[in-house]
């Protein structure tokens, strides 16, 4: 009996031991992969992930001033009904205009030269019609008068759009006058995203060059990313030094797929309509501490 009891005591301990040494590589596999989720940016628990403003010293100037920014300018609609209540949000895409028209005064003020604001997606066609055509609106609203600070600043305007053509006719007057009326301003360069959808972008430009195999311009075997990159509606464009979400969204939402493999991502908490100027010198304080490798 007594032999049996030290061999059950014995088969205790080990089984102890194992169950200590199984917790320990569960343990240390666990902490491997959130040092992975958190440097592919994806330790989505974590509050770091959104820039803290109040951690930057805004009396200083940022060491580094970026050439091209992109913004998507999210939570329009959700500043607008908490603000304003039950029927807000269209005052929250107005109020969404106007940041634009900061941003883009502080981006001259700082020397920043391009500007990339992603204003209407493909996929937005898909909201209510209602505020699909209230939208609608408020772009022959704004084209005015971004028309009239263009040509005061010397700003250039190139309307980037995979499917123009699903605007009204009135709409895609707006934006073509828009363009053609700036087109030899040099001081600064605004890329307005409209009706705009990364996948979509790559499809034209791949159509394009598909077109030109089959007449015999191109040889299939030449085709690399540059042709590719040739064939986008951002021929000629430098790619955005970083790309700045608000509203605390994680996500590129089919932006500019191509064009940002290598730009930062800086997320914000705050609403677009809330940045404020400070918030955007954060931003590019933020900027200016990046490490920028591009894979090397």
């Known amino acids: 009996m007594d032999q049996i009891l030290e061999l059950i005591a014995a088969s205790s301990r080990s089984t102890f031991w194992l169950l200590v040494l199984v917790v320990v590589l569960a343990a240390f596999a666990l902490a491997s992969w959130l040092r992975v989720w958190q440097r592919l940016g994806l330790?989505?628990?974590?509050?770091?992930?959104?820039?803290?403003?109040?951690?930057?010293?805004?009396?200083?100037?940022?060491?580094?001033?970026?050439?091209?920014?992109?913004?998507?300018?999210?939570?329009?609609r959700r500043y607008g009904r908490e603000t304003f209540g039950v029927g807000g949000a269209i005052r929250g895409h107005?109020?969404?205009?106007?940041?634009?028209?900061?941003?883009?005064?502080?981006?001259?003020?700082?020397?920043?030269?391009?500007?990339?604001?992603?204003?209407?997606?493909?996929?937005?066609?898909?909201?209510?019609?209602?505020?699909?055509?209230?939208?609608?609106?408020?772009?022959?609203?704004?084209?005015?008068?971004?028309k009239r600070t263009c040509l005061q600043d010397d700003i250039r305007v190139k309307v980037l759009s995979s499917d123009f053509k699903r605007f009204p006719q009135h709409i895609q007057k707006l934006f073509t006058e828009l363009e053609e009326v700036t087109k030899e301003h040099k001081k600064f360069n605004l890329y307005l995203c409209v009706s705009y959808g990364g996948r979509g972008e790559i499809a034209l430009a791949a159509k394009q060059i598909a077109k030109k195999a089959v007449r015999g311009e191109i040889k299939v075997e030449n085709i690399n990313?540059?042709?590719?990159?040739?064939?986008?509606?951002?021929?000629?464009?430098?790619?955005?030094?970083?790309?700045?979400?608000?509203?605390?969204?994680?996500?590129?939402?089919?932006?500019?797929?191509?064009?940002?493999?290598?730009?930062?991502?800086?997320?914000?908490?705050?609403?677009?309509?809330?940045?404020?100027?400070?918030?955007?010198?954060?931003?590019?304080?933020?900027?200016s501490r990046r490490k920028r490798r591009f894979g090397k």
């Open 43 to 76: 330790w989505m628990l974590s509050p770091s992930k959104c820039l803290d403003m109040a951690s930057v010293d805004l009396g200083l100037p940022p060491k580094v001033i970026p050439g091209h920014i992109a913004v998507i300018m999210d939570g329009n």
């Open 225 to 287: 990313e540059v042709t590719l990159g040739q064939h986008l509606l951002t021929k000629g464009v430098p790619d955005p030094d970083f790309v700045l979400r608000t509203s605390g969204e994680y996500r590129l939402s089919n932006f500019l797929l191509w064009q940002v493999a290598y730009s930062e991502m800086i997320f914000v908490d705050k609403h677009w309509p809330q940045l404020d100027r400070n918030d955007f010198l954060a931003v590019l304080h933020e900027f």
């Open 94 to 146: 107005r109020a969404g205009g106007e940041t634009l028209s900061h941003c883009i005064r502080w981006c001259m003020d700082y020397g920043i030269q391009s500007l990339t604001a992603y204003a209407f997606s493909t996929e937005n066609w898909n909201r209510d019609p209602s505020e699909v055509d209230t939208l609608m609106r408020i772009f022959a609203e704004f084209c005015p008068k971004i």
